[in-house]
């Protein structure tokens, strides 16, 4: 339903220029316009959020708790969803603005990764899709970062988003809650964000906290003249929500990340039971039954104990009571079979933090040891599980046991999950664990960023796909037409010229979109792997040298991502890629077959145009350790290739799109589990294979400048020798550099027969339709939630 016409839309949006800034349309600034259209769009759209909020309250619903919601721009997506994104773009044209202008306006940097970026989708879906499905976080002020290269280096300054304005929040004093730690007392001051379901089925919620001084500014201290005193308060408040992930290389910063999760936690926690409270007053025993509350990773497990301690402290229960309705109450959703993220806290800094919730934290140890003991577990079994074992208190533990149910969120996740790194506890709780494939909302990911692609798909299955993706498997029924080819061969072409303008812009460099388009844009670890991919330009760079690839395919590597600020490797990565690209880009022999571009501060907004004109994905993770991926899912649903492992949500699009569509390589997880306990990368691989071993030994024969920093070392002795936590080649890249690079080229000489490799991507795009976050979200809401 519409409620707006474009006559009515537009007057909305200069009677709020008129009254807050005295301008009109046609004089505007992109961040007036942007205000002015946000506050017409919410004016528009808030008694259907209140209807919405209203109906959902009267029946079970779903809180999704999460560190990271990495929603992008709002405004088009809004604009999308709400029905009136034609309409503004024509208001603006008809008084000689372009909404394009609208491009200046940050993106909310609310999250890093694909973690994040799951979290939104998941609410897109529910509110497309009537599922009453809110969220809760934190409104970072800065968020991650905002990354620049200089030199080939990553730096880091922080990203004021808000800079702007949040015209798109709802500040709700009303349900302001305290969290208390040890020493420290804070407001948690929540902003309410509208979550714009497809064509207005529904608007939900996204609820953040900001943190806030319980005192404020203590003008006494001011006025004797202790001007740092007199915002003490203000500053260590501000602190708890200023950066996503402060960097805890130090006991001071993973102090400040265990605020962090505690604050949002607890204030969430606190929001449900006052919502509660107030249908059923002091009558807990229909909590369970109204609520499920969803754990995205394991950032907001302390909640479990923070129910419990409010059920027992303020509602008079003993531990068991709270215990079962907490259990009953909470999923865990894992994203991860890497150690280091399976989140561990030392007792001592816990302790002194979290005093209270530690007490709580030993209660639930304590009958979980109980509960083993009663099912014949040994005490070698016990320990395994323990949560509190020695020094150390296991967050990954307690949300399995605390909870109803786990997820994994691929089906080979799961799989790893279930016999390998969770199977102590999938031994006794079989029931328990449950597979949830990742997905992606298809209309920010297809919709709002391929408009050209969305109405060929309309004009060939009609409408209907946004909400229902499984329909594109209508699509397959074209795949011989030329005609249909040819005109998707065009679109991809359209948005590669789009996106050379805009890396003409904003990366002054030029591209041709007669080249091929590879591209990988992910968070920056060694797992995923794009170190190896920088390895593999570097074996094709040296092999036309020595007129080895005749007639290759003119290729350009396109590279995105953000290195966490103390990982030191991953910005040892990045110099080296931008290292490679300035040699590549300027030998008079290679400068006109390849190319190599990193873009900067990649985002939302940045992915909404690599994306649509990508001709290869790159998902090449170590088998078994990227859990799902979602980025491998947007770049299908737009019509590349997936060039990858055998990992993650690979396999499932694999399955979905046929391998003659996929260029998978590399060794498998059962392949890596046998060579693992023997693998010698330096005698087997190095030594042995001289193209291996040009390739690697650029680290260290001053092909490559890396500043004196020594990080090239680093990352080769990581390769050749290992280190004290880890063994060499603790990736294996070495393993899989052959066979990867053979697939590589195998990709770019089939890309030379355009109308056989559309055909291939074409196909990627008629099997996408399992991966929309619609089933995703369906499948949580049917059989974890049971909504």
Known sequence: ????????????????????????????????????????????????????????????????LSAEFLMGRAVYNNLYCAGLLDEAKQILSENGADINVLEDIEDASLGNGGLGRLAACFLDSAASCDIPLNGYGIRYKYGLFKQTIQNGFQCEEADPWLDFGDPWSVRADEDTVLVEFAGQTVKAVPYDMPIIGFKRRAVNTLRLWQAESVTGFDFKKFDDQDYAGASESMIDADAINDVLYPNDNTEKGRRLRLKQQYFFSSASIQDIVRRYKKRYGDDFSH???????????????????????????????????????????????????????????????????????????????????????????????????????????????????????????????????????????????????????????????????????????????????????DRLSELKKFVDDPAVIDRFNRIKYEKKVQLCRYLKEHEGVDVSPDWCFDIQVKRLHEYKRQLLNAFSIMDIYFRIKENKLPDLQPTCFIFGAKAAPAYRRAKGIIKYINEVAKLVNNDPDT???????????????????????????????????????????????????????????????????????????????????????TYNPREKIYYK???????????????????????????????????????????????????????????????????????????????????????????????????
């Not at 316009?33 to 209807?51: F, Q, S, Y």
């Not at 299908?636 to 003659?660: F, K, P, R």
């Open 591 to 677: 400068k006109d077959k390849i190319k190599v571009v990193f873009v900067q501060n990649y985002n939302v907004s940045y992915a909404e145009k690599l994306i649509p004109a990508a001709d290869i994905s790159e998902q090449i993770s170590t088998a078994g350790l990227e859990a799902s991926g979602t980025g491998n899912m947007k770049f299908m649903l737009n019509g590349a290739v997936t060039l990858g492992t055998y990992d993650g949500a690979n396999v499932e699009i694999v399955e979905e799109a046929g391998w003659e569509n996929e260029y998978i390589f590399g060794a498998r997880v059962e392949e890596l589990e046998q060579v693992r306990p």
């Open 287 to 469: 909590f369970a039954e109204c609520y499920a509350v969803q754990l995205n990773d394991t950032h907001p497990t302390v909640a479990i104990p923070e129910l419990i301690r409010i059920l027992m402290f303020k509602e008079s229960m003993s531990f068991t009571q709270a215990f079962d309705i907490a259990q009953k109450t909470f999923n865990y959703t894992n994203h991860t079979v890497l150690g280091e993220a399976l989140e561990k806290w030392s007792i001592p800094l816990f302790k002194s933090v979290l005093p209270t919730i530690y007490e709580i934290i030993v209660l639930i140890d304590s009958h979980l040891n109980k509960y083993l003991t009663s099912i014949g577990q040994t005490e070698e079994q016990k320990k395994s599980k323990a949560i509190i074992d020695g020094s150390v208190i296991h967050m990954a533990k307690m949300a399995i046991f605390a909870s109803s149910h786990t997820n994994g969120v691929a089906a080979l996740h799961t799989e790893i999950l279930k016999n390998d790194v969770l199977r102590d506890w999938y031994e006794i709780f079989p029931d328990r664990f449950q597979n949830k494939t990742n997905g992606i909302t298809p209309r920010r990911w297809l919709g709002l960023c391929d408009p050209e692609l969305a109405e060929l798909i309309t004009e060939k299955i009609g409408e209907g796909w946004e909400t229902d993706l």
């Open 1 to 64: 339903m519409i409620d707006l016409n474009k006559t009515e839309f537009a007057a909305k949006i200069n009677e709020f220029l008129l009254v807050d800034s005295r301008t009109d349309i046609a004089h505007a600034s992109a961040r007036q316009l942007h205000n002015a259209i946000a506050r017409a769009v919410m004016t528009d759209v808030t008694p259907l959020w209140n209807e919405t909020e209203s109906r959902h309250n009267e029946h079970r619903r779903a809180y999704y």
């Open 689 to 787: 294979d001289e193209r291996v071993k040009r390739v690697v030994n650029t680290l260290v024969d001053a092909t490559f400048n890396d500043g004196d920093t020594g990080m090239f070392g680093e990352l080769f002795n990581a390769l050749i020798n290992g280190c004290s936590w880890h063994k060499p080649d603790n990736y294996f890249l070495l393993t899989d550099l052959q066979g990867y690079v053979d697939t590589k080229l195998r990709a770019l000489y089939d890309y030379k027969n355009r109308s056989v490799f559309g055909k291939k991507c074409w196909m990627n795009i008629a099997s996408a339709g399992k991966f929309s976050s619609d089933r995703t979200v369906r499948q949580y809401a049917e059989e974890l939630w049971q909504l």
